[in-house]
């Protein structure tokens, strides 16, 4: 943790912004879609994590697991609605919720054919580029976390 509130500050200073509390009255200034993404972002985010440093394969990683599919199902087709960045058009970001629309559904079929390291691979990509990765591109200057966060 310390390192990305190092890098976010590294970050903050050179694009002249400072890290601090969040302002979460900027929430009721976008529309209800990127509430909905962000709230599906941080759930994907939160359960991520327990079910990669969890153990696999039990009642739990299932139930944990069918919950951070809907989660990250709802963040990407959120993200379908909401183009302010890129003058309403569709940005290079949204090819990320396109991929985790497609293979989503490919790791959940290889889970249920017990092909565990397809489905292992899947999901650990969905988590890092589909997540991990679009998380990062939204603390770019301009955007609502920079805003956020560091605005």
Avoid: C, Y
Wanted: proline content about 3%; cysteine-free.
């Amino acid at each position: 943790m310390a390192l990305v509130v190092g890098g976010l500050s590294w970050l903050s200073v050179r694009a002249g912004g400072r890290l601090h509390a969040p302002d979460l009255s900027l929430l009721g200034e976008v529309p209800p879609a990127v509430v909905v993404h962000l709230g599906g972002a941080l759930t994907a985010l939160s359960i991520g994590v327990v079910l990669l440093l969890g153990v696999k394969g039990n009642r739990v990683h299932r139930t944990l697991g069918w919950t951070w599919v809907i989660a990250m199902a709802v963040t990407a087709v959120s993200s379908l609605f909401i183009r302010q960045i890129n003058g309403g058009a569709f940005s290079f970001i949204h090819l990320l919720s396109g991929w985790t629309i497609i293979v989503l559904p490919m790791a959940v079929f290889a889970a249920r054919r017990h092909q565990v390291a397809r489905h292992s691979r899947e999901m650990t990509g969905l988590f890092v580029g589909g997540l991990l990765l679009a998380g990062a591109l939204s603390f770019l200057p301009g955007r609502l976390l920079w805003e956020m966060f560091l605005g």
